[in-house]
């Protein structure tokens, strides 16, 4: 049986909060005009039903989430993406990345990673922190936090030179042991996919970074539509795969899915297969797309 991975993304989880006065003078009131005016009715509770039957369905062995569960970082948007984790599966089968979104507004990043710690902790370390490196299934999986409090309308994303000496010496540490490697980001790191304001602005860096190591998938959202690209590796290529919002219904970006990752190892390497899964507004459901062969990760010898 292959091990499998869902890769979703941007489910800016519904319905906001009122705001409390003290929120009356910041960016939070902006977006909650935005909500309200523009994205309400995109993401519906109702899609989050239909992704969490699929993922029921499915049953893949674990979940990665690219950022951007709320919208404002309000207290009581990051309390109900708590409780939306804990609904998906134990604290060990998820591993999370931040979004711009949940660091909407100074401070806010720093209470939204203390409150979802359990699924983005460093394996080895109960202190949260990024990089941090999640190993399952013989797969290792790591996070990193792109998410940056700005003024709108930008979107911008920023890792740091600090993340990027940890994500460093993270890579060299683990590169003797040569298992397949998964990086989660929210911002989209390949050039070109994000239009100005909305870019990783230490992409170029962080591309160096991982191309010095056995890199083979980075996953990412924060386009809200699928996108894929390749880098330059160790391995030979890196697959770079964005995908929508996981609760979009399609009105102004495109609609709802995410990715099952099909990890099987087999005599002399591991084959990751790839497979889109898309909602049909018509059924209300996510349909599974056909199987295609993503790379192949070689054994060490
Ligand atoms: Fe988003
Ligand atoms: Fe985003």
Request: no cysteine; charged share 20%.
């Given at each position: 049986m292959p091990y499998t991975i869902a890769h979703l993304s941007d489910?800016?989880?519904?319905p906001l909060p009122a705001l409390s006065p003290g929120d009356w003078f910041s960016k939070r009131v902006l977006g909650l005009f935005s909500w309200h005016r523009k994205w309400k009715a995109e993401h519906r509770p109702h899609i989050l039903d239909a992704l969490q039957r699929s993922l029921d369905e499915l049953a893949p062995d674990h979940i990665c989430i690219t950022g951007d569960l709320t919208f404002t970082t309000h207290p009581g948007e990051v309390a109900q993406a708590r409780r939306w984790l804990q609904s998906l599966g134990s604290a060990e089968s998820i591993s999370l990345v931040p979004g711009n979104h949940d660091a909407y507004v100074p401070g806010a990043l720093e209470q939204a990673c203390e409150a979802w710690a359990p699924w983005m902790?460093?394996?080895?370390?109960?202190a949260q922190q990024f990089p941090y490196l999640h190993r399952r299934g013989g797969v290792d999986i790591i996070g990193l936090s792109s998410g940056i409090p700005l003024r709108l309308p930008r979107t911008v994303g920023r890792i740091g030179s600090a993340q990027l000496g940890a994500l460093h010496a993270l890579l060299a540490s683990i590169a003797g042991d040569d298992r397949p490697c998964v990086v989660l980001i929210h911002h989209p790191l390949q050039e070109g996919a994000a239009r100005r304001g909305k870019e990783l602005l230490d992409r170029e860096a962080l591309r160096e970074v991982l191309g010095q190591?056995?890199?083979?998938i980075v996953l990412h959202g924060h386009l809200h539509r699928p996108v894929r690209a390749t880098l330059p590796g160790r391995r030979g290529r890196i697959e770079v795969l964005g995908v929508s919002s996981a609760s979009a219904f399609g009105d102004r970006y495109a609609p709802a899915h995410y990715h099952l990752l099909e990890f099987d190892r087999d005599v002399g390497q591991t084959t990751i297969a790839l497979r889109h899964v898309c909602y049909d507004r018509g059924s209300d459901t996510f349909v599974p797309g056909e199987r295609e062969l993503l790379t192949r990760v070689p054994e060490p010898t």
């Open positions: 489910v800016h989880i519904p902790t460093d394996d080895s370390s109960s190591y056995a890199v083979d």
